[in-house]
């Protein structure tokens, strides 16, 4: 499996059901790029335990997110796709990074003010360095590139300044990652609340649109999406719930903006909404399709589950013993 080519390292958590801003964000670019990197996808489920999940639920979500991998088009015999907590090293790797990451530095970061105020009775310590598990994730792997959707650039600019400082007090360990964002579709926002991103646990099911919604669905949860009264098909920022439809349209067909634009000038709301509702339901039919028949390969999947976790375990425990040398403790006898 390992081709003698870059890194590619990138995960979710399994909070949720996926939406179409994890697909156009993340998973859209995990299967443009896998053919040129040796790829390591991961289920984050340590991450997923920051926020209180019932564990059966968990358990189930974090099987559900490795097939969607999957279904998407992912190859799990060609790519390491696995689960976070079959492999040790990402908690060993964090707890050493942990002494090399600044509170001042947690403390400015985005996501944990957002989640605390979310979750104001459980701003447990996990929450806190969440960021910095995310960074012994990418460094465990050397890797390279890290395909991710906007909200996670702040994380990874903390990851290259870790990676950086112990790089300078014992030489050159780590490889220094690069973020990679598409050219579309890397801030999908809410279809309720256009200025806010859209996002797997938000209360209000018709703000996401999830990668397992049937077509009708997806037609009525874009038919709901809130615009505004202006009446023109613009893309400008005055108009966030229309730039929203076409950001996602873009993203969907591989268009520019200005072309959607002409393509939809002179139309109303009403046809630009199910317009991308269609685009929407036919990109997504293939993986639900392949979705459906996962269901049924429990033992190849149960294979695969098992097999890629020795792939990463082996992998990360190059990367985890050089470093348990470089920070000094004692050489292993077994
Ligand atoms: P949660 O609601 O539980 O915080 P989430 O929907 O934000 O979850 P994550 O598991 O945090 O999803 O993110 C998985 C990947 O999807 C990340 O690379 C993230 O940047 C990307 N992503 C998430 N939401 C969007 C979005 N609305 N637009 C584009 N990319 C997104
Ligand atoms: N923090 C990310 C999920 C995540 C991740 C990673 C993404 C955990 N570890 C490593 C890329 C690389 C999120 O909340 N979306």
Not at 109 to 125: L, V
Not at 216 to 241: C, H, M, N, W
Request: include cysteine.
């Amino acid at each position: 499996m390992i081709k003698d080519e870059k890194i590619l390292f990138s995960g979710m958590q399994a909070t949720g059901n996926l939406t179409l801003g994890n697909y156009l964000g993340a998973l859209k670019n995990w299967l443009a790029l896998a053919g040129e990197y040796t790829c390591f996808y991961c289920v984050v489920d340590l991450h997923s335990i920051t926020v209180r999940q019932d564990p059966a639920e968990l358990r189930k979500r974090a099987r559900n997110l490795f097939a969607l991998y999957v279904a998407a088009g992912l190859d799990p015999e060609e790519n390491c796709i696995y689960y976070q907590s079959h492999v040790s090293g990402h908690a060993e790797l964090a707890w050493i990074l942990n002494c090399f990451t600044y509170m001042g530095e947690l403390n400015r970061m985005t996501q944990f003010k957002d989640k605390s105020a979310k979750h104001a009775d459980n701003i447990n310590a996990g929450l806190f360095t969440y960021p910095v598990l995310m960074a012994a994730d990418i460094l465990l792997y050397q890797t390279d590139v890290v395909p991710v959707g906007i909200d996670q650039m702040q994380h990874l600019e903390l990851t290259r300044d870790i990676a950086q400082r112990f790089n300078a007090i014992y030489g050159d360990v780590f490889t220094i990652p690069e973020a990679y964002l598409g050219k579309s579709g890397a801030k999908i926002m809410s279809l309720q609340n256009p200025e806010k991103k859209m996002s797997k646990s938000d209360e209000n099911p018709n703000a996401s649109i999830f990668l397992l919604d049937d077509k009708d669905t997806i037609l009525r949860k874009f038919k709901r999406a809130v615009t505004d009264s202006e009446a023109v098909i613009a893309y400008r920022d005055e108009q966030p719930g229309i730039k929203n439809l076409l950001d996602i349209y873009c993203a969907c067909t591989g268009k520019m903006p200005e072309e959607a634009v002409a393509e939809f000038s002179g139309k109303g709301y009403g046809e630009l909404k199910s317009a991308v509702g269609e685009t929407v339901a036919d990109l997504l039919a293939p993986l639900q399709k392949r979705h459906v028949e996962l269901l049924t390969e429990k033992d190849y999947i149960d294979r695969m589950i098992k097999e890629n976790a020795q792939k990463a375990d082996s992998y990360a425990l190059k990367t985890l013993r050089k470093v348990q040398k470089k920070v000094g403790f004692p050489e292993r006898v077994r």
